[in-house]
């Protein structure tokens, strides 16, 4: 692996990994929270499956940085403007429509990137995949389960789903940007090529929303930043919490 | 109906790597290791177990984790490495392996039989819907044995299982899923 590679890859890993950390750990922000029992256990099993990827991922970045570093510290030890995970993926968690709404589209999102990342060249990324993918599987069904419910539900659930869909759809132009790192490694047959995945994600996206009765907004306005390290300010808030307990009792062992 | 029961490749292939000459009694040995989730199936049973090697002193040992963030791999670890140790191998080492993706197949006969027996449905006892995920109703309850049950959630007590409800001894149990 050139040197170029190499530090594209570690790049590239930390990218999912700060993605999965993320959104794993706005999930885990429902445990007790649930509607009802069965759901919190289903949102804690997701939360997991999530961190669990973020783990492989930062493990494998650590491995490539091969300075010292291992899971905990990119996990635990970077600030906010050193994360680089998609804005969608920090958003506070929101009302329960907002949250399933966002998990859709997400869940979307890697039913159609994880294959690709499967016929990855590297060996490590391909073996998360295939693990991840399966997992996928069960998320897309329970996200798509629940906003066909909400969205078609009451006049309060269906009002509420909408508004979700209106205020996340901006965020999620951002999942198909490719910038000078992945372009590289997509060339490499490294990275997947999200640009390309967009237009089936707005079709299988678009039918479930129809199914659901709710509205596919128009493209009318998006943010992106957060390949770049510039989050909204809820990420900070996030971090704040999620490395408090590392930050002051480092290397702290239970 | 009679059937010739076949024992899947996979399995096969595990039993050949298992009567491994030089590291026969290590694998017998890590029966004794218990999924901290499943205290009646060993790693062995659910095929977390993937490998050992012995090189002189130096043993490593093989796992892989069901699900990606399945939170029993550190107690596994540290448990295969403190019974190793406390049977005279100092030297081991644990290894996580990701490929191939940990699938249910690789779960051993005797690990079904005691899986059902512990009250949670093996993976058989279901079948898949079209989509290849776990059915929303039929998966036989391990306490009645009755194909009248529904499922009540997709992710049970840990990631790799699902929730039922049998409607004729009114049983919640567990469901081991199939991937």
């Keep these: ?254 | 109906m009679n059937e010739i029961s076949l024992m899947p490749e996979e399995q096969y292939q595990r039993l050949q790597q298992r009567h491994a000459e030089d590291v026969r009694a290590l694998w017998d040995l890590l029966d004794a290791i218990k999924d901290p989730e499943i205290p009646a199936l060993s790693i062995w049973d659910l095929g977390i177990l993937r490998d050992v090697q012995r090189n002189g002193d130096q043993v490593t040992v093989t796992i892989t984790p069901t699900y990606s963030g399945c939170p029993a791999m550190d107690n596994i670890t540290t448990d295969v490495i403190q019974l190793l140790h406390d049977n005279g191998y100092s030297d081991a080492t644990v290894k996580l392996s990701l490929s191939p993706a940990w699938s249910s197949e690789w779960m051993s006969p005797e690990g079904r039989k005691k899986l059902r027996e512990y009250g949670i449905a093996p993976p058989e006892d279901a079948g898949l819907d079209d989509d290849g995920l776990t059915p929303d109703a039929h998966a036989a309850c391990p306490h009645c044995a009755s194909r009248h049950t529904r499922r009540i959630s997709e992710f049970g007590s840990t990631a790799c299982k699902a929730l039922f409800q049998c409607d004729d001894c009114g049983e919640p149990f567990d469901y081991f899923k199939k991937i």
């Design chain 1, 1 to 254: 692996m050139s040197d170029q590679i190499k530090q594209a890859t570690q790049e590239y890993a930390t990218r999912l990994g700060d993605d999965s950390v993320v959104l794993g750990h706005r999930i885990s922000e429902w445990v007790s929270y649930g509607p009802f029992l069965e759901e919190d256990i289903a949102y804690g099993n997701v939360a997991l499956d999530y961190i669990g990827r973020a783990r492989m991922f930062y493990t494998y970045a650590a491995e490539l940085a091969d300075d010292g570093r291992d899971e905990d510290d990119f996990a635990y030890m970077r600030n906010d403007r050193e994360y680089r995970n998609l804005l969608l993926m920090e958003l506070p968690k929101g009302d329960f429509a907002y949250s399933q709404v966002r998990q859709l589209f997400a869940d979307v999102y890697y039913a159609l990137m994880l294959p690709e990342l499967l016929q990855s060249k590297d060996e490590t990324l391909s073996a998360i995949a295939a693990k991840a993918i399966k997992e996928t599987k069960y998320h897309l069904r329970r996200s798509r389960d629940w906003v066909l419910r909400l969205g078609d539900g009451t006049e309060e659930s269906h009002q509420r789903a909408q508004k979700a869909v209106d205020q996340l759809w901006g965020y999620t132009h951002e999942l198909f940007d490719m910038d000078e790192t992945e372009q590289l490694l997509a060339d490499a047959g490294i990275g997947v090529d999200v640009a390309g995945l967009r237009d089936r994600w707005l079709e299988m996206v678009s039918v479930i929303l129809t199914e659901a009765t709710l509205t596919v907004p128009e493209d009318s306005w998006a943010v992106r930043g957060g390949r770049i390290g510039n989050h909204t300010e809820n990420l900070g808030h996030m971090l704040t919490e999620m490395q408090i307990v590392h930050r002051s009792h480092p290397g702290c062992k239970w």
